[in-house]
């Protein structure tokens, strides 16, 4: 078989076997009908062989299309923080310019091609770039447009002493983000079936692009919220590390440069939230070229808060006072007095060590609802569930990384004094409690959505049988109901019908079960987007208590905290899309 033919293959040109008129040579002609079945038996077999080939061929092709971009992104963001002279931020942005450029264009050419190929999407993936997901990109990418243009206005003022590529990157960068935001919102649950090759390096591309600015976006916020320790006989000032490429010999033009910066830094947990959102679709999106989705067991999901109070309330009341902390805890950092830092330290690890304890508690009662559920495991392959347990789990080894690292520097040096005691209680109860929601998290996800008539539904597999029994439970109503006529092609979801002397059902209130496990998802949803908010807008207790950099020594826990952290941050980001899920589903 030629590269031609399996190529076809791959991009769904399926061969047809003819077919031959009658004729008076019946027999003759049944034998060859029959031989004819058993070649397209064989040429069936044959195809599926070389479009499972093409497949591999393709996916192999577009991951290491993937690897090379990483690992060259890699490369230059790590170049331009070590090393100032040979790779700075320029030569970084200008790399970025070019990924972003490429992506943008092959979204247009697939939004394009797609939109005038009546044959190129002929599924939908319903589990895909569900709605909510889709509005937190659309409002993540708001912000980051308004930080681009925050960028923009910023850079201006250096443009007399200062590269213009700081200008073009955030304008491009921009554009992109409008491109991306649309084609996402419309093909996030495209199964494409034309073009498969080209559609996977594409996609790699665009996941490809989206971890490198990703990537360049961490590597920056991280270095500006990196704190100097103080040198030698200079124990009162510390300071932050300035991006590569910096200002140190640039003036600004205009008096808003120092307003504009720091209101930019403040969007970038946005930008960082709007790329590995990004990311995720693609994947998913790529995961789904070529497949055939059976949509039979897809069920409809509503969001409403009806009798769930409880949850919401008491998170709502964690989620206000964490704030409050951690307003006290950023404004006495700042004024630099150690004893007003210790102080500010000590309410974070209290709110920490109480959000923690209750989010524990509460993930143990809903597992334990989870053992008296009668709810059956979702079946078939998820592309959507399957990312979201592995991010879930891959994202959560950054705070486990933090958390393990810190207990054995208070552990090692005897765990002197009530702060140092809150830092290893905050941080074993931070382990127990990332076991635990991931434990619940991952349950919910893999259980069937609540049927809210489940206790009333009867499956009869012949249709006259369930003619015959809606006939005896109608013919006792009074009315209308009796002039009737059923077909006998009535289907279950049609025949909840109520018993004899009753109206017809409504909405039932949520049972106990269903209630329970609302209210949990609820507060815990709430909880993680408290601690998301508080490292990802500036908390570092992990630099102000200095009791890491001085057990590992400061290189080692910087690399520590800065690695570990922008997963930490995304695991909580990440918990709160999938316990929105689960809510929905429960």
Known sequence: MTSEAE???????????PTFPSTPCSIHLGVQAGSMRRGSDVLST???????????????????????????????????????????????????????????AWMLYYTIYTSREDHAVLYKDSHAGPVWLRGGLVLFGICSLIMDVFKIANYVGYLHCDSAVKIVFPAVQSVFILVQTYFLWLHAKDCVQLQRNITRCGLMLTLSTNLMLWMAAVTEESIHQTVVPPEEGNSTHSCDIRAPGGYSSCNCSHSACAILEKAYYYLYPFNIEYSLFASAMAYVMWKNVGRLVDEHNHHSLHFHLKDVLVGPVVGLVMLVAGLGTFVIYE?????GDPGKRDTALMIHYVMNTVAVTLMSVSTVAGCAIYRLDQRDHVSGKNPTRSL???????????????????????????????????NLAVSLLTVIQLCLQNIFIIEGLHREPFHEDMHRASVFTNPYVLQAQAHRDIHNLPGTFMETKLSPALTVHSMHVAPSGSPLPQRHRLTWKRRALKEICAFLLLCNILLWIMPAFGARPQFDNTIGAEFYEFTMWVAVVNIGLPFGIFYRMHSVASLFEVFLTS
């Open 7 to 17: 190529m076809a293959a791959e991009e769904g040109y399926i061969y047809s076997p």
């Open 46 to 104: 044959s195809g599926g062989r070389m479009r499972e080939r093409g497949r591999n061929r393709s996916w192999l092709l577009s991951s290491i299309i993937t690897v090379n971009v990483l690992i060259l992104g890699i490369a230059l963001v790590s170049g331009s923080v070590f090393n100032n002279i040979k790779i700075n931020a320029i030569d970084l942005q200008i790399f970025l310019i070019v990924l972003v450029i490429l992506t943008t």
């Open 331 to 335: 404004v006495d950092v700042e004024k």
């Open 388 to 422: 979201d347990v592995g991010l879930l789990i891959g994202a959560s080894i950054g705070q486990f990384t933090i958390c393990y690292f810190t207990i054995v520097a208070v552990v090692g040096t005897g765990a002197m004094g009530h702060l140092n005691a809150l």
